[in-house]
């Protein structure tokens, strides 16, 4: 055997040895196949199918618009078939802390880890403002006092009001157990995917009918500007990964429902994109400030399936949000369980076996953040789409590593000619990398978003310091 394998795997050993005296019990094993997809799912698909469906038609055209989710959707395939495969070997609660840990030791797992972290917070805290807006579009009595702005966008106390019962309600799911969170989760997505439907239906009986939008519009430049937020519109499916301990099927099962879950949210995409594009008009797109529910009101005549449409959103909105407080709460877990964070993050709720204080930390972060106003969140959300890339960066190197140094790894779900799989994810997370840098139209805003990334930056490097002997030691 390899001098490297021989290393990978007392790496293994040793660390599972120690994560079992850390936590004698362990995470609870119930999740089911249905539950498991709901879960990856779920997360891909939040509100901006229902907030930012429009904008990718006007950009692209009502045939340029799947066209870019099916292109950028492919690039991001590849990474998912990474995880599929690193999942099914190590199927133990953190993910790519795992994986990175094993192939390229404690310290870049460290770093990684830290980038999904950052990135999974960022979305937990922004939904917490998702949710008002999408609830105010069937209530707008919700928007009662403006308590003050933060750089131009205003507080509301209505809104924030909505914001922390919603943080309240998603944080006790998971507080309860990852059941309780999994049948939320498979509620919300049964409403979802019925409403989707509700759109898609009406787009093909009815969108004949509808002045359609152009097929294409502004060329090869219309269709690069969708490509550009493909990877943040699927972000999630590595929350299969992250809650690995927590299911209940082969290791081999990992990997496959893996690969479908992202299959299914980039043909999600692409189908709600034609369907749109096939229920509004070009003049329409301009001036709607919600063009997925205002397409199905054209496809079926009537206003009642818009407001479905967007009953669907807040469901997304709930289904995004539950499975990354989920994903962040075990990666907590996971690195607090190495030494990389403080221990109470490790512990487990002796009743209902959830890292509880991970949970709430993630809980009360979304409480505050509708103080903050929607303008930094959505800096925040930049920011951290900008980290999970460098995670995936991460990922592919460890990919590749493993697959030289323990060929004969024991890989359940096993990507045939695996190193040129390797290849093409890491050379797409380069370029969907450079997709955020200065020199990019589709760039970070300097200095604010810059700033934000330099912030999260310095802050791992205390974390960092703080937790050096306890990496080294790893």
């Given at each position: 055997?390899?001098?490297?394998?021989?290393?990978?795997?007392?790496?293994?050993?040793?660390?599972?040895?120690?994560?079992?005296?850390?936590?004698?019990?362990?995470?609870?094993?119930?999740?089911?196949?249905?539950?498991?997809?709901?879960?990856?799912?779920?997360?891909?698909?939040?509100?901006?199918?229902?907030?930012?469906?429009?904008?990718?038609?006007?950009?692209?055209?009502?045939?340029?618009?799947?066209?870019?989710?099916?292109?950028?959707?492919?690039?991001?395939?590849?990474?998912?078939?990474?995880?599929?495969?690193?999942?099914?070997?190590?199927?133990?609660?953190?993910?790519?802390?795992?994986?990175?840990?094993?192939?390229?030791?404690?310290?870049?797992?460290?770093?990684?880890?830290?980038?999904?972290?950052?990135?999974?917070?960022?979305?937990?805290?922004?939904?917490?403002?998702?949710?008002?807006?999408?609830?105010?579009?069937?209530l707008p009595q919700i928007r009662f006092k403006t308590l003050w702005q933060v750089e131009g966008?205003?507080?509301?106390?209505?809104?924030?009001?909505?914001?922390?019962?919603?943080?309240?309600?998603?944080?006790?799911?998971?507080?309860?157990?990852?059941?309780?969170?999994?049948?939320?989760?498979?509620?919300?997505?049964?409403?979802?995917?019925?409403?989707?439907?509700?759109?898609?239906?009406?787009?093909?009986?009815?969108?004949?009918?509808?002045?359609?939008?152009?097929?294409?519009?502004?060329?090869?430049?219309?269709?690069?500007?969708?490509?550009?937020?493909?990877?943040?519109?699927?972000?999630?499916?590595?929350?299969?990964?992250?809650?690995?301990?927590?299911?209940?099927?082969?290791?081999?099962?990992?990997?496959?429902?893996?690969?479908?879950?992202?299959?299914?949210?980039?043909?999600?995409?692409?189908?709600?994109?034609?369907?749109?594009?096939?229920?509004?008009?070009?003049?329409?797109?301009?001036?709607?400030?919600?063009?997925?529910?205002?397409?199905?009101?054209?496809?079926?005549?009537?206003?009642?399936?818009?407001?479905?449409?967007?009953?669907?959103?807040?469901?997304?909105?709930?289904?995004?949000?539950?499975?990354?407080?989920?994903?962040?709460?075990?990666?907590?877990?996971?690195?607090?369980?190495?030494?990389?964070?403080?221990?109470?993050?490790?512990?487990?709720?002796?009743?209902?076996?959830?890292?509880?204080?991970?949970?709430?930390?993630?809980?009360?972060?979304?409480?505050?953040?509708?103080?903050?106003?929607?303008?930094?969140?959505?800096?925040?959300?930049?920011?951290?789409?900008?980290?999970?890339?460098?995670?995936?960066?991460?990922?592919?190197?460890?990919?590749?590593?493993?697959?030289?140094?323990?060929?004969?790894?024991?890989?359940?779900?096993?990507?045939?000619?695996?190193?040129?799989?390797?290849?093409?994810?890491?050379?797409?997370?380069?370029?969907?990398?450079?997709?955020?840098?200065?020199?990019?139209?589709?760039?970070?805003?300097?200095?604010?978003?810059?700033?934000?990334?330099?912030?999260?930056?310095?802050?791992?490097?205390?974390?960092?310091?703080?937790?050096?002997?306890?990496?080294?030691?790893?």
């Amino acid at each position: 055997m390899p001098t490297g394998a021989r290393q990978g795997r007392a790496l293994s050993d040793s660390q599972a040895e120690a994560n079992a005296s850390r936590n004698p019990e362990g995470l609870k094993k119930v999740l089911n196949a249905p539950q498991v997809i709901a879960l990856s799912f779920g997360a891909m698909i939040g509100w901006s199918w229902v907030l930012l469906s429009a904008n990718w038609v006007a950009d692209a055209g009502s045939i340029g618009a799947p066209l870019a989710f099916l292109i950028g959707g492919l690039a991001i395939l590849f990474i998912g078939l990474l995880y599929a495969e690193l999942a099914s070997a190590m199927p133990q609660a953190g993910g790519e802390h795992v994986y990175v840990l094993r192939a390229l030791g404690p310290h870049a797992s460290f770093w990684c880890s830290w980038a999904l972290l950052m990135a999974y917070a960022t979305v937990c805290v922004f939904e917490a403002v998702a949710l008002p807006t999408g609830v105010e579009y069937l209530l707008p009595q919700i928007r009662f006092k403006t308590l003050w702005q933060v750089e131009g966008s205003p507080v509301d106390a209505g809104f924030v009001l909505v914001g922390v019962v919603g943080s309240l309600l998603v944080t006790w799911a998971n507080y309860m157990g990852i059941r309780t969170a999994a049948i939320v989760q498979s509620v919300a997505t049964a409403i979802i995917v019925l409403c989707g439907v509700l759109l898609m239906t009406g787009a093909a009986t009815n969108g004949s009918h509808v002045e359609a939008a152009p097929a294409f519009t502004n060329g090869i430049a219309g269709i690069t500007a969708v490509i550009i937020i493909v990877p943040a519109m699927l972000v999630g499916f590595d929350v299969i990964p992250q809650s690995a301990e927590e299911i209940n099927l082969p290791p081999r099962a990992l990997g496959v429902l893996l690969a479908v879950s992202v299959a299914f949210a980039i043909a999600w995409y692409a189908l709600i994109s034609y369907s749109v594009g096939l229920g509004i008009s070009a003049e329409g797109l301009r001036t709607t400030s919600m063009g997925t529910a205002d397409a199905a009101s054209n496809l079926w005549g009537s206003p009642l399936a818009g407001q479905l449409l967007v009953l669907g959103g807040i469901g997304g909105i709930l289904t995004s949000w539950n499975a990354f407080v989920l994903g962040a709460s075990r990666l907590m877990f996971a690195m607090a369980r190495d030494g990389m964070l403080p221990s109470a993050f490790a512990r487990l709720h002796p009743q209902y076996g959830t890292p509880h204080i991970a949970v709430l930390t993630i809980g009360i972060a979304c409480a505050f953040a509708p103080l903050a106003g929607r303008t930094i969140l959505v800096w925040l959300v930049d920011a951290g789409s900008f980290t999970i890339v460098v995670a995936y960066l991460f990922v592919a190197v460890a990919f590749l590593a493993l697959r030289r140094n323990e060929p004969d790894l024991e890989r359940p779900f096993k990507l045939p000619a695996g190193v040129w799989f390797g290849r093409i994810a890491l050379l797409c997370g380069a370029a969907l990398f450079c997709l955020y840098l200065p020199f990019s139209p589709s760039g970070l805003l300097w200095p604010q978003e810059w700033l934000i990334v330099l912030g999260m930056g310095i802050l791992g490097g205390i974390t960092y310091a703080v937790h050096r002997d306890a990496i080294a030691a790893l």
